[in-house]
């Protein structure tokens, strides 16, 4: 049994004596089900601990833990799935489930045969409880549909690392200046290692006080070649100096340089995953500055000059990519609920505010959380500092602030302090986003001209959505000639956040498709290199990749009239 439920023990045996006022601040209870999954759903007031749901599967009270009606034969608490053991309180654990809980709704969904659900009987009863303060549901009877969970098809997870774009673990160049990349290296980085992004922090120290050379300039965009031909993309930092006497450019200069760098970020877009603020201070990370207000004490005037640097940085790049700002504060100073402003945390777990990052953890955490679901949260580790930086603290501040992209190669102590405590893979799979198809249902047959009717079942086990525009289409693949048709979907895969997630959309068959048979696959292309399967997204399960195309298999065959 978790120590949560353990927890939990006394606090529901005395508060289940009082007489709780049935639905009391709960709202909207519900259960809908497919033919292989459950969904349970409830609205709520504040921010409670706990969120749970009673499950009676079969419908008697003289079974299972007595809880408002029902004989609880299984419990959902938060993200995991028990099974009654007997007794007053004693669950055995069965493991992890898709659940998330914002915006005052706690959704959890769950396979049919995880609770012994074999449509005999075929309904269940049902209690939503949160805490605290504890709020319990009157009973809810679910009759099922879709049929047993033998029906529709299902998929098989992966525990692989995933060379995805856009995320994970990354490789560092402090260096990208100085010497041309290799492709072959950066190419390695992906098939060998399952790295996708490399820092490139470009100085530009010999030009504090003139233009960049044009030599600096073809350097740059050598870079970018080297990263598009290996299927890499790029964390992109200017900064003038490495030296704590901050030994910056003032600001008109840095603009200029701005108005050179343009025609290469923009032109290069597609292989820049995010951009870091930088150009302020030593390695760009905006505290030792000769010129924008040095070790935080900052000025009105500084602080306009700041502003004046990031708002040209957003200017010259596409307005799908986003500047990420080294600390909190910057941005709520400067731009308060800018969506294309992120955060890059460069000293991670090192102290009680991760090396100044946090001025006041209080308001600091809930607000980065909250921030964290639509922009960008990058960075590294910079010293070993147990156990803050040890597994529990690390892979609990990973998921909540939504975590994206991680360097591997600083600092090493903190990563190998996580590979010894057994977290180290977890965090390899779970930055950024790690998207699973659970269950798919899809007709045998669709004629020309008319509605093909899908429904894909997916999960985001990582711990963030996907950050840069992605498409997401059905494609049907004559199984005769190999011909491809894309149908886009509806849905952004940047609203995917950690959870679970259904696909439902009914697309139109050309009329101008040939008579045949298709099997479907689903594409999670970038718009900005369509052609490449390697910058497509791969599912997190087995036999379904298809790495010369960039499709994932949904193992269905249509027959299209």
Request: hydrophobic share 35%.
């Amino acid at each position: 049994m978790s120590k949560i439920v353990q927890g939990l023990v006394v606090a529901l045996a005395a508060t289940c004596v009082a007489a709780v006022p049935a639905g009391a601040a709960i709202t909207a209870p519900s259960v809908t089900s497919t033919a292989t999954t459950v969904t349970y759903q409830v609205g709520h007031t504040g921010t409670p601990e706990f969120a749970r749901v009673y499950v009676d599967v079969d419908r008697s009270t003289a079974t299972g833990y007595a809880q408002h009606g029902v004989g609880a034969d299984y419990l959902l608490e938060n993200g995991w799935l028990y099974r009654h053991a007997g007794g007053d309180w004693s669950w055995t654990q069965l493991g992890q489930v898709p659940f998330t809980s914002s915006g005052g709704t706690a959704r959890w969904e769950v396979q049919r045969a995880a609770i012994g659900e074999q449509a005999s009987p075929n309904d269940a009863d049902v209690v939503f409880q949160v805490e605290a303060p504890m709020e319990t549901s009157a009973k809810l009877t679910h009759t099922y549909t879709g049929g047993g969970s033998g029906s529709g098809t299902v998929y098989q997870p992966s525990t692989a690392n995933i060379a995805n774009p856009e995320r994970g673990l990354y490789r560092y160049s402090g260096d990208c200046d100085k010497s041309d990349f290799s492709v072959d290296v950066l190419r390695q980085y992906r098939e060998a290692q399952g790295i996708t992004l490399v820092m490139c922090v470009f100085y530009l120290a010999e030009y504090r006080n003139a233009p960049i050379a044009q030599t600096a300039l073809d350097r740059l965009q050598r870079q970018f070649t080297a990263a598009r031909a290996a299927g890499v993309k790029f964390v992109v930092r200017f900064a003038y100096t490495t030296a704590e006497s901050g030994d910056d450019a003032p600001k008109d200069r840095v603009l200029s340089h701005l108005d050179q760098l343009a025609p290469y970020l923009r032109a290069n877009a597609d292989v820049i995953g995010v951009v870091q603020a930088g150009f302020v201070g030593a390695w760009g990370e905006w505290y030792y500055t000769r010129n924008f207000g040095d070790l935080g004490v900052i000025s009105s005037t500084d602080w306009a000059n700041r502003k004046a640097v990031v708002d040209k940085l957003l200017s010259v790049l596409p307005a799908d990519r986003a500047v990420q700002l080294r600390t909190l504060a910057y941005k709520r100073t400067m731009f308060p609920g800018n969506a294309r402003l992120g955060h890059h945390n460069d000293c991670f777990l090192a102290s009680p505010t991760d090396m100044g990052t946090y001025e006041n953890t209080s308001v600091d955490y809930p607000y980065l959380e909250n921030e964290t679901r639509t922009v960008p949260m990058g960075g590294e580790t910079c010293g070993v500092n147990a156990p803050r930086s040890d597994c529990p603290t690390a892979t609990a501040e990973l998921s909540r602030f939504h975590w994206t992209y991680l360097n591997t190669d600083f600092h090493q102590g903190v990563l190998q302090s996580w590979a010894d405590q057994g977290c180290l893979a977890e965090v390899t799979n779970r930055l950024g986003y790690r998207l699973t198809l659970r269950d798919g249902s899809f007709p045998a047959t669709a004629a020309r001209g008319s509605g093909l009717a899908v429904r894909i079942g997916l999960t985001n086990d990582g711990y963030a959505a996907p950050v840069n525009p992605r498409g997401a289409a059905l494609v049907l693949r004559n199984t005769s000639t190999g011909a491809v048709t894309r149908l886009p979907l509806g849905a952004d895969p940047r609203t995917w956040q950690p959870g679970a997630h259904t696909v439902a959309q009914t697309v139109t068959v050309p009329s101008s498709l040939a008579p045949g048979s298709y099997a479907l696959l689903l594409e999670l292309a970038d718009p900005a290199l369509p052609n490449r399967p390697e910058y497509s997204v791969r599912t997190a399960n087995t036999g379904l990749w298809e790495a010369s195309t960039g499709l994932n298999d949904l193992r269905h065959t249509v027959t299209v009239s």
